[in-house]
């Protein structure tokens, strides 16, 4: 099995920063790439930022400026900052990898549990 789990989420007003992290453990052989994505209510899944084995980020237009994703290799895992924080960011963010388990031959998905995140004055 492997296991993502968040931290870092909370309340904070307009304007303000937030730290996620996200702990992969379990049976991991390799991984491909690791991330977040966000659903608010009502809305499907998007994503929010990604980075790969390699150090290639992705992020989505709503973030860039503002989120900054990095990766520890060895930890196996993944930070968010994000600043500058708006009202449109509340949501469930969720981790993600993509990798593969030992004995497997093809990589997976696997998503934590989340975490939520609420922009309010």
């Known amino acids: 099995q492997v296991q993502l789990v968040e931290s870092g989420g909370g309340s904070v007003q307009p304007g303000g920063s937030l730290r996620l992290s996200c702990v992969a453990s379990?049976?991991?052989?390799?991984?491909?790439?690791m991330g977040w994505y966000r659903q608010a209510p009502g809305k499907q899944r998007e994503l929010v930022a990604k980075?790969?084995?390699?150090?290639?980020?992705n992020y989505a237009d709503s973030g860039k400026g503002r989120f900054t994703i990095s990766r520890d290799n060895a930890k196996n895992t993944v930070y968010l900052q994000m600043s500058s924080l708006k009202p449109e960011d509340t949501a469930v963010y969720y981790c993600?990898?993509?990798?593969?388990?030992?004995?497997?031959?093809?990589?997976?998905?696997?998503w934590g549990r989340g975490t939520q995140v609420t922009v309010s004055s």
């Open positions: 980075i790969t084995s390699g150090g290639s980020t």
């Open positions: 379990g049976n991991i052989f390799s991984v491909n790439a």
């Open positions: 993600y990898l993509n990798g593969r388990r030992s004995y497997t031959p093809t990589p997976s998905d696997y």
